[in-house]
């Protein structure tokens, strides 16, 4: 959408580092990322939102709006996205702090954070958090540009994450690859 695109790069150019990504992620990029989730997945939260390109493919797999929890840093993108989606739980806080507000035993977390771009604390304090909601078994989603897991490597031991790659997407900009992390 338009819009959204608009809306994208002037958060870009205002905050080129938390954002720090040139557009919204493609449909098939968002399809790619709620592959398999769907009602049976329960409670899904997303972390770093955005405009809502991956929120729409989550709700398009079947996951009920009012399973469906996000966690966005930029409060502009938070406010847009909870004009854009009724019954959704919006909060404008960030995901190393989900663990705050959400309940254990969540399906899916399914993330849009470049990881890459954050310190390493940072970036391991948001897994961490994502794994203490997560039920035993449950994904942590996350798409990367790069050739390698944007999980780094340190805190995939420590965690003991097992790390599949599900799909590579051409049709984004730029191409993406979609890993999945669970416990092992
Ligand atoms: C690369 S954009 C992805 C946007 C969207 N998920 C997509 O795929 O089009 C990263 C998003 O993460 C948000 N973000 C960055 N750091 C964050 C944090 N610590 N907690 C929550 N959101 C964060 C940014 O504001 C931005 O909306």
Redesign the pocket.
Known sequence: MLADKTL?LR?LIR?PK????IA??SRY?GRAMARGLGPQTGRVVE????????TRAILAAGVAPSQLTL????PT?SASLTAAFPGLRVLN????RAHEHVAPGVGAVVS???LLS?PAP?SRA?VASAFRILAPGAPYIQ?TYGPKPSVPPAVIEEFGLAVEQTAFVWANLPPARVHSFTRK
Request: net charge negative.
């Open positions: 994208f958060r905050n938390q954002v720090s990504a919204p992620s990029l972390f770093g939102p955005g405009t809502g390109s991956l966690f966005e840093l930029d993108f806080q960030p995901a190393d849009g954070l470049p954050m940072v948001i798409f």
